[in-house]
C-alpha cells in the first residue's frame, strides 16, 4: 500500500494524490494548478504517474482545482471510472466545459499573438501551441463519470477497497472521503478531508464529523489563521453596501461561482428583505458559470441544510430577490460597464485570474466612490493578491489602472474552515499515526503542523511516495 502527492504538495491549487492497494491505483481529485505562470505550465507536464495506468478517481468535489485536469487525464489515456456525488457530477461538467473553452480561447490568442512575429521560426511556434485540452476531451471525459455516491453509504470500489463519502459542508456536493484498504490480510484506513467548510453557514449542513483514521490527508488553506465570525462579516457587506450606495458608487465583488456567488446571493437576499440594505440597489450577477451553478443549486435540495431548506418549501427562491439580474450575454454585461453607481456587481473569477471580473475592475478601480469587496482566498501571484496586498496601481489587459476604490476584505465568507475548525476535525479522528498536510502555502502549513500533537507530521514535496504502514 503506498500513497504519492502529484499536486496541491506544498501549494494551494492542483489537488492530485495516487493511492496504490490490492492491484489497483486510485485517484484523490485530478485538480488544475491555477495562478501565476510557473503554475500555468504545471499543468502541462506529466502527471508523474501514466494516466492510461490508473484505474479509478476519486472526486471530493467541482472546484477547477479539483477536478479541472480530468479531461486532461483521459485526453492522454484514462479509461476507468470516476465517481463522485450526483451535485458534483452536475457541476463538474459545469467547470470542465467552462475551463476547456477558455484553454482553447487562449490557445487562438496566443497563435495570433505568435503570427504578429515574421521570422520562420515564430511561426512554427505558433503552429505548435494547442490547448491544454478541448472542449471534445471534456466531453469525452463526462462518459467516465459512470457511478454516483451518496453520503455515508460504503462503496466497493474494488476488492480490498471501499469508499466511503462524508458531507465535507465546503461547496455543493462536496466530500471528504475514507477508504478502508486491505491488502495480502493488512488494513488500513485512510481518510482525506478534501475542502473542509465551517459550521453555522448558509445553504450548507456542517461538515461530517469524521471517523478514526490511521492516516489522514487534510487540507491546510487557512491552516495558520482564524476568520471573522460570519455575522459581522454579513453586518461588514451590508454596511460597505450602504456606504457604497450611498456615496454614488459601486459595490463589485469577485466572486468564486460555485457556492460563494450563491452564498451572497442568499445574505443579499436577505438584507434586501429585512431592509438591512437600505437602499435599492440594482445587482448583477454577471458570470455565466455562476448562474448555470445557481441553477444546479435549486436541483440539488437534499444538500441544503435546514434554514435554506425551509426558505425553499415555502414557495421562496433562496437566490432570487427584487433587483437581480443574470447577465449571460456578453453585450449585457458591457452594458453594466456604463453604470456610474448604485450597483452591486458579482464577476468571476474570485482571484481576478480571468473572467469578467477583469473588465470591472478596469472600470471602476480608479474611482474612488467605488468598493471592491474580496470574499474568499486569493493565492499569491493572482490579481486579487496584488489588490490585496495594497498595489497602487494594476496592469489589466495591457494597462496600468491606478487603485482608487475602497478595498476590503472579509474573511468570515471563506468556504475553507480556519485553524479553528481544522483543529476540531482532525482531533476527531482521534490521534491517527500519520498526517499529511497538503493544499496550502508552506507557512500556512508550518504553523499548523505545530498545532498538532499525538501524530507523525509530513509535509511531502511535489511527487514524494511514501508505504502506508500495514
Same mark, same amino acid.
Given at each position: 500500500?503506498?500513497?504519492?502527492?502529484?499536486?496541491?504538495?506544498?501549494?494551494?491549487?492542483?489537488?492530485?494524490?495516487?493511492?496504490?492497494?490490492?492491484?489497483?491505483?486510485? %485517484?484523490?481529485?485530478?485538480?488544475?494548478?491555477?495562478?501565476?505562470?510557473?503554475?500555468?505550465?504545471?499543468? !502541462?507536464?506529466?502527471?508523474?504517474?501514466? !494516466?492510461?495506468?490508473?484505474?479509478?478517481? %476519486?472526486?471530493?468535489?467541482?472546484?477547477?482545482?479539483?477536478?479541472?485536469?480530468?479531461?486532461?487525464?483521459?485526453?492522454?489515456?484514462?479509461?476507468?471510472?470516476?465517481?463522485?456525488?450526483?451535485?458534483?457530477?452536475?457541476? #463538474?461538467?459545469?467547470?470542465?466545459?467552462?475551463? #476547456?473553452?477558455?484553454?482553447?480561447?487562449?490557445?487562438?490568442?496566443?497563435?495570433?499573438?505568435?503570427?504578429?512575429? $515574421?521570422?520562420?521560426?515564430?511561426?512554427?511556434?505558433?503552429?505548435?501551441?494547442?490547448?491544454?485540452?478541448?472542449?471534445?476531451?471534456?466531453?469525452?471525459?463526462?462518459?467516465?463519470?459512470?457511478?454516483? +455516491?451518496?453520503?455515508?453509504?460504503?462503496?466497493?470500489?474494488?476488492?480490498?477497497?471501499?469508499?466511503?463519502?462524508?458531507?465535507?459542508?465546503?461547496?455543493?456536493?462536496? +466530500?471528504?472521503?475514507?477508504?478502508?484498504?486491505?491488502?495480502?490480510?493488512?488494513?488500513?484506513?485512510? %481518510?482525506?478531508?478534501?475542502?473542509?467548510?465551517?459550521?453555522?453557514?448558509?445553504?450548507?449542513?456542517?461538515?461530517?464529523?469524521?471517523?478514526?483514521?490511521?492516516?489522514?490527508?487534510?487540507? &491546510?488553506?487557512?491552516?495558520?489563521?482564524?476568520?471573522?465570525?460570519?455575522?459581522?462579516?454579513?453586518?461588514?457587506?451590508? =454596511?460597505?453596501?450602504?456606504?457604497?450606495?450611498?456615496?454614488?458608487?459601486?459595490?463589485?465583488?469577485?466572486?468564486?461561482?460555485?457556492?460563494?456567488? =450563491?452564498?451572497?446571493?442568499?445574505?443579499?437576499?436577505?438584507?434586501?428583505?429585512?431592509? &438591512?440594505?437600505?437602499?435599492? +440597489?440594482?445587482?448583477?450577477?454577471?458570470?455565466?458559470?455562476?448562474?448555470? /451553478?445557481?441553477?444546479?443549486?435549486?436541483?440539488?435540495?437534499?444538500?441544503?441544510?435546514?434554514?435554506?431548506?425551509?426558505?425553499?418549501?415555502?414557495?421562496?427562491?433562496?437566490?432570487?430577490?427584487?433587483?437581480?439580474?443574470?447577465?449571460?450575454?456578453?453585450?449585457?454585461?458591457? /452594458?453594466?460597464?456604463?453604470?456610474?453607481?448604485?450597483?452591486?456587481?458579482?464577476?468571476?473569477?474570485?482571484?481576478?485570474?480571468?473572467?469578467?471580473?477583469?473588465?470591472?475592475?478596469?472600470?471602476?478601480?480608479?474611482?474612488?466612490?467605488?468598493?471592491?469587496?474580496?470574499?474568499?482566498?486569493? +493565492?499569491?501571484?493572482?490579481?486579487?493578491?496584488?489588490?490585496?496586498?495594497?498595489?497602487?496601481?494594476?496592469?489589466?489587459?495591457?494597462?496600468?489602472?491606478?487603485?482608487?476604490?475602497?478595498?476590503?476584505?472579509?474573511?468570515?465568507?471563506?468556504?475553507?474552515?480556519?485553524?479553528?475548525?481544522?483543529?476540531?476535525?482532525?482531533?476527531?479522528?482521534?490521534?491517527?499515526?500519520?498526517?499529511?498536510?497538503?493544499?496550502?502555502?508552506?507557512?500556512?502549513?508550518?504553523?499548523?503542523?505545530?498545532?498538532?500533537? $499525538? &501524530?507523525?507530521?509530513?509535509?511531502?514535496?511535489?511527487?514524494?511516495?511514501?508505504?502506508?504502514?500495514?
Amino acid at each position: 500500500m503506498k500513497i504519492s502527492f502529484h499536486g496541491a504538495a506544498q501549494n494551494v491549487t492542483g489537488s492530485c494524490h495516487l493511492v496504490e492497494c490490492a492491484g489497483k491505483r486510485i %485517484l484523490i481529485d485530478c485538480g488544475l494548478f491555477q495562478g501565476g505562470h510557473e503554475l500555468a505550465e504545471e499543468n !502541462a507536464k506529466d502527471f508523474g504517474f501514466e !494516466a492510461e495506468s490508473i484505474d479509478f478517481v %476519486l472526486l471530493t468535489h467541482a472546484h477547477l482545482d479539483h477536478c479541472g485536469r480530468i479531461p486532461l487525464l483521459a485526453k492522454r489515456g484514462f479509461i476507468g471510472e470516476v465517481i463522485t456525488t450526483p451535485a458534483s457530477v452536475e457541476l #463538474a461538467r459545469l467547470i470542465m466545459l467552462d475551463s #476547456a473553452g477558455l484553454q482553447e480561447a487562449d490557445a487562438r490568442y496566443q497563435k495570433r499573438k505568435a503570427k504578429r512575429f $515574421h521570422s520562420s521560426h515564430k511561426r512554427k511556434h505558433s503552429n505548435e501551441i494547442e490547448p491544454l485540452y478541448s472542449t471534445l476531451d471534456a466531453l469525452n471525459c463526462l462518459e467516465f463519470f459512470r457511478r454516483r +455516491a451518496s453520503y455515508n453509504e460504503p462503496i466497493q470500489i474494488a476488492a480490498g477497497i471501499r469508499a466511503t463519502f462524508l458531507d465535507a459542508g465546503h461547496i455543493l456536493g462536496s +466530500a471528504s472521503i475514507f477508504l478502508e484498504l486491505e491488502e495480502e490480510g493488512h488494513k488500513h484506513t485512510l %481518510l482525506f478531508s478534501g475542502d473542509l467548510g465551517y459550521g453555522g453557514r448558509a445553504i450548507l449542513r456542517n461538515p461530517t464529523p469524521p471517523p478514526r483514521a490511521d492516516t489522514v490527508v487534510m487540507e &491546510t488553506t487557512y491552516g495558520d489563521r482564524l476568520h471573522k465570525q460570519l455575522q459581522p462579516s454579513v453586518d461588514e457587506l451590508y =454596511q460597505i453596501v450602504n456606504e457604497t450606495i450611498e456615496r454614488g458608487g459601486n459595490v463589485i465583488i469577485p466572486t468564486f461561482a460555485l457556492e460563494r456567488a =450563491q452564498e451572497i446571493l442568499y445574505y443579499l437576499r436577505e438584507g434586501i428583505t429585512n431592509q &438591512t440594505i437600505k437602499q435599492y +440597489a440594482n445587482v448583477f450577477l454577471d458570470s455565466p458559470m455562476a448562474i448555470s /451553478a445557481t441553477q444546479i443549486f435549486a436541483r440539488h435540495p437534499e444538500c441544503y441544510n435546514t434554514e435554506t431548506l425551509d426558505v425553499s418549501s415555502n414557495d421562496n427562491d433562496p437566490f432570487d430577490f427584487p433587483g437581480l439580474h443574470f447577465t449571460r450575454e456578453t453585450a449585457d454585461s458591457m /452594458a453594466i460597464n456604463m453604470i456610474n453607481g448604485g450597483a452591486i456587481i458579482m464577476a468571476g473569477s474570485g482571484m481576478c485570474t480571468g473572467g469578467r471580473i477583469r473588465h470591472h475592475l478596469k472600470h471602476n478601480l480608479w474611482n474612488k466612490r467605488n468598493s471592491i469587496v474580496f470574499v474568499g482566498f486569493a +493565492a499569491r501571484g493572482t490579481l486579487a493578491r496584488q489588490i490585496i496586498d495594497g498595489a497602487k496601481r494594476i496592469k489589466i489587459y495591457g494597462e496600468q489602472i491606478l487603485v482608487n476604490a475602497s478595498i476590503h476584505t472579509i474573511g468570515g465568507f471563506s468556504a475553507h474552515a480556519d485553524q479553528s475548525e481544522l483543529l476540531a476535525w482532525h482531533k476527531l479522528t482521534r490521534d491517527p499515526k500519520t498526517t499529511f498536510l497538503v493544499h496550502g502555502e508552506e507557512s500556512s502549513m508550518q504553523v499548523f503542523a505545530d498545532k498538532l500533537h $499525538h &501524530t507523525q507530521v509530513k509535509i511531502p514535496a511535489m511527487h514524494q511516495q511514501y508505504a502506508l504502514e500495514k
